[in-house]
Structure formats: structure tokens, C-alpha cells
């Protein structure tokens, strides 16, 4: 099992509509969890970061962290076209695996 | 403050010729990363400093390619005898050490690198 997984999309949805990313994860990448953003030609951006089960909310974004089924998602409400891009999931463990892992990404489209 | 900062932003060189590209990560951060993009694909992981431990060197694709940091700071990743397929995008990322958790990472702009 690769250490962080996700579906590489591309995940379609209207404008208005609330996006869904989802993420799995094994046993080595159990404490740290981000989401970056990457726009074609550009570095990826932090978006959110969860360390705690349960969700974590900022603006129109909201991560999920749900430990026992060992996956993260992230919920982008009122997806708007500006919000096409590739999402990036990345894990990380605890003082024995310090090093941040990186899923493929899911590239998502919102459609006007 | 200022954010991570790479160099060369491009670089264009010939084949079997060496190149070094540069990382300056943000001040206090004790973790550096290493990635490469090529083009429509996902970030490959390279190397991976933290403080004065041994570097994570388990992504290096091939003994052509290295990597030091200096005084925990700088650092520079150099590809010996370039091949068209090291084509790609370089990333470098830093992050702050935290107590009990991975930190999170900062990338710098990348360095795009184009072999002939």
C-alpha cells in the first residue's frame, strides 16, 4: 500500500456545487495532514493543515481527519471556477517518520 | 518574511552537462525537501534534510544526482551529466521543526530545468 493515496480525477463538478477530495493513508503517515492547491505552472499552496479526528473548517473549505478509517477529505463549498486546480494530499508521522509524503493529487474542474 | 527562494528560476542546458540548482528555505527552518515534477505529473520526492541528521536520499533516481545543505541552510542539488528525461521541474520546500509532528512545508517557485 502506497503511504498516501488518491484518485488522480479528474473530479468534475458544477459551480456552485460542493467539491469532494478524498485521501487514504497508512499506518506510517498517522499524525499530520495537509492539503495543498497547485495551479498548472505554479508551486504548491497550503490550504489546510489536521492533526485531530473530526473536521476543521476555513472559509469555504473543510477537512475531515477520521483516524479508525485512516482517511482525509476535503469539502470545498460553492466550488467556483477559480478553484480548478490539483489537489495535493500529504501525511506525516511521528518522531520515528518525520518525512512528509505526498499523494499523486486529484485534479479538479468546476465547470460555470 | 521573505519565503523560500530558488535558483536558477530557468535553466537550459546541454546534454551531459552539469547543473546545480539552489535552495535558500526560510530562516529557522531545520527541514529541507527535494521534488521533481515533470510535466502533468505528480511531485517525486528526491532527498530530505533535517537538521544535522543524514539526509533521506532513498528518491534519488541515480548516483548522477546530489545533494548538500551547508550550515543547515542552503542547499544545492546538483545533476551530473544531464540526461533530456531529468527534464522537469525542481522543487524545494522547508518546514520548522515541531515537538511531536511533522511540520508543515513551504515551497519555493521551482527551477525549471530543460535539457537539449
Known amino acids: 500500500q502506497k503511504e498516501v493515496e488518491q484518485n488522480s480525477g479528474p473530479l468534475s463538478v458544477p459551480e456552485g456545487a460542493i467539491a469532494s477530495l478524498n485521501c487514504t493513508y497508512s499506518d506510517r503517515v498517522s499524525q499530520s495532514f495537509f492539503w495543498y492547491r497547485q495551479y498548472s505552472g505554479k508551486s504548491p499552496e497550503l490550504i489546510m493543515s489536521i492533526y485531530s479526528n473530526g473536521d476543521k473548517e476555513d472559509g469555504r473549505f473543510t477537512a475531515q481527519l477520521n483516524k479508525a478509517s485512516q482517511y482525509v477529505s476535503l469539502l470545498i463549498r460553492d466550488s467556483q471556477p477559480s478553484d480548478s486546480a490539483t489537489y495535493l494530499c500529504a501525511g506525516g508521522g511521528n518522531t520515528g517518520f518525520q518525512k512528509l509524503v505526498f499523494g499523486t493529487g486529484t485534479r479538479l474542474l468546476v465547470s460555470p | 518574511g521573505a519565503g523560500v527562494s530558488q535558483s536558477p528560476s530557468n535553466k537550459v542546458t546541454e546534454k551531459g552537462k552539469d547543473v546545480e540548482l539552489r535552495c535558500d528555505p526560510i530562516?529557522?527552518?531545520?527541514?529541507l525537501y527535494w521534488y521533481r515534477q515533470s510535466l502533468g505529473q505528480g511531485l517525486e520526492f528526491l532527498i530530505y534534510?533535517?537538521?544535522?541528521?543524514?539526509?533521506?536520499k532513498s528518491g534519488l533516481p541515480s548516483d548522477r544526482f546530489s545533494a548538500e545543505r551547508t550550515g543547515g541552510s542552503v542547499s544545492t542539488l546538483t545533476i551530473q551529466r544531464t540526461q533530456q528525461e531529468d527534464s522537469a521541474v525542481y522543487l524545494c520546500?522547508?518546514?520548522?521543526?515541531?515537538?511531536?509532528?511533522?511540520?508543515?512545508?513551504?515551497f519555493g517557485p521551482g527551477t525549471r530545468l530543460l535539457v537539449l
Open positions: 534534510f533535517q537538521g544535522n541528521s543524514a539526509p533521506d
Open positions: 530562516s529557522g527552518h531545520t527541514a
Open positions: 520546500a522547508s518546514s520548522p521543526r515541531e515537538a511531536r509532528r511533522v511540520g508543515t512545508q513551504y
